[in-house]
């Protein structure tokens, strides 16, 4: 009987284990690593921050499935590492390059990455990309040889062309065999159907590369017999490598380059009709779309050259309280546009058509305020720059213009998140009226912007009440 009782008890604990999702260890990743190298198996590693969203929703939402915890505690030995406050975690995400969270690794039993992917998933494509792990993990020997014979200076177009197949399979990045292999490729092929989807794949710049590519693109917009499906993937593909670009040669601090870069985006654009739009960037067109005063601007703060940073500023914030006044009476003029179809909408009494209606002037909204929003937080966090570098008198003219600088800024886009953070800065600058006025319009046409919660709301009425 004890043995019957002792073997349920054990079945309702391994079937409570196996319910509970990903069983993640204890100990230390290299304890674990010893742990994976005796039973052959990969190391998968969640890479997450305290303050990342997507983490955080993966951690309660996806991480506790049962059908996940069966996959993943089947094939793997699962670790959590915080790559801010763990040390294991800020070695881990040195040492592979982690910069977005939540990053997914897995590695092997010597600690080689063998596959890895970010972002925030659903249950199915999550598992799906563990058993992308296992196949990558199964096609490592084959990998190996290709790395070795790499090393040794095979530079074989064929043999490019299966090794960039093996890497990219597991995720790893592909640029320095990518950028062999588009050497050797002439520029009649160079946006063959193949390769394109391959010139998104380039994390690195490569100023003879990025040219060529741009050359071909533009002599493909003006080719009466494009075919359209294929250019609109051509530019993608580039944007894409652009947006790389763009940010290697910035951390880098390669000045030259960058503004290389720029200049080719400019060509770009010039010839396909693109246009600078954050609403295109945060719908995955990539940083190369972000206005390029203020990419400039960023990296100009970021490595602290000063007297650049100040003098774009300066002029920038001027060019947009100049365009404020004429995009803002089209923005009113749209709105009010979008209400007078939802009005008759409503007066038709068709449900369906006025809940179509009802959907389509939401997602208008939204995006039309996207624009705003990204310049509106970003020349938020330059006026933040501008102060710290200041080194003139901070009399009456001085406070005065930043002062109007962050209230214009907060115009842009009101947001019930930012009022309390504006009229903050508004305060130490002795103007508590425009401060009042900032917590006001937060209230009044913020309340429901992106991103604001009841905290928020609540904050923001709070430091109202606190100035009257």
């Given at each position: ?87 294991d975690g800020k070695m881990v995400a040195k040492t592979f390059g982690v910069s977005a969270y939540p990053t997914f690794l897995f590695v092997n039993g010597d600690g080689e990455l063998v596959y890895r992917f970010l972002g ?349």
């Amino acid at each position: 009987m004890k043995k019957l009782v002792l073997l349920v008890t054990i079945l309702i604990t391994g079937l409570t284990v196996f319910s509970q999702g990903i069983d993640f260890q204890k100990g230390r990743y290299a304890e674990v690593l010893e742990m994976a190298k005796k039973q052959n198996k990969l190391v998968f590693i969640d890479i997450y921050t305290s303050w990342c969203g997507p983490c955080k929703h993966m951690a309660d939402n996806v991480f506790p499935q049962a059908k996940v915890g069966e996959y993943y505690n089947a094939h793997f030995l699962n670790l959590q590492l915080d790559a801010e406050k763990s040390e294991d975690g800020k070695m881990v995400a040195k040492t592979f390059g982690v910069s977005a969270y939540p990053t997914f690794l897995f590695v092997n039993g010597d600690g080689e990455l063998v596959y890895r992917f970010l972002g925030g998933k659903t249950v199915d494509m999550f598992i799906k990309e563990g058993e992308k792990a296992v196949d990558a993990f199964a096609a490592q020997p084959e990998l190996k040889k290709y790395m070795k014979k790499y090393e040794e200076g095979n530079r074989d177009k064929e043999f490019l062309n299966q090794y960039f197949i093996l890497k990219d399979k597991s995720g790893l990045d592909c640029s320095d065999v990518l950028l062999d292999y588009f050497a050797l490729v002439d520029d009649a092929h160079l946006l063959d159907s193949v390769n394109v989807p391959r010139i998104a794949k380039i994390t690195v710049f490569d100023k003879k590369l990025a040219n060529r590519l741009v050359d071909a693109a533009c002599a493909e917009a003006v080719n009466p017999a494009k075919d359209k499906k294929h250019s609109t993937a051509v530019n993608k593909a580039i944007c894409t490598f652009l947006s790389a670009s763009v940010q290697k040669t910035a951390q880098a601090d390669q000045e030259e380059n960058f503004e290389e870069v720029l200049a080719l985006k400019d060509r770009l654009f010039k010839a396909t009709g693109g246009k600078d739009s954050a609403t295109a960037a945060s719908l995955g067109g990539g940083n190369i779309y972000i206005p390029s005063e203020l990419l400039r601007l960023n990296y100009y703060s970021a490595k602290k050259k000063l007297d650049k940073f100040n003098q774009l500023f300066i002029s920038y914030i001027a060019e947009l309280q100049k365009k404020y006044e004429e995009t803002h009476k089209e923005k009113i003029a749209m709105l009010k546009a979008m209400e007078a179809k939802l009005k008759e909408a409503k007066e038709s009494g068709n449900e369906e058509e006025y809940q179509a209606a009802r959907k389509l002037n939401a997602m208008m909204f939204a995006f039309s305020s996207i624009d705003d929003y990204y310049t509106s937080t970003s020349m938020v966090e330059n006026v933040e720059r501008y102060e710290e570098i200041y080194t003139g008198e901070k009399d009456a003219a001085y406070k005065d213009r930043v002062a109007g600088w962050y209230v214009f800024l907060h115009q842009l886009s009101p947001s019930a998140k930012t009022a309390a953070y504006v009229a903050d800065k508004l305060l130490a600058l002795d103007k508590k009226e425009q401060a009042k006025e900032v917590l006001t319009l937060g209230l009044k046409d913020g309340s429901s912007a992106a991103g604001v919660e009841e905290s928020d709301v609540k904050a923001c009425q709070a430091k109202l009440d606190e100035l009257k």
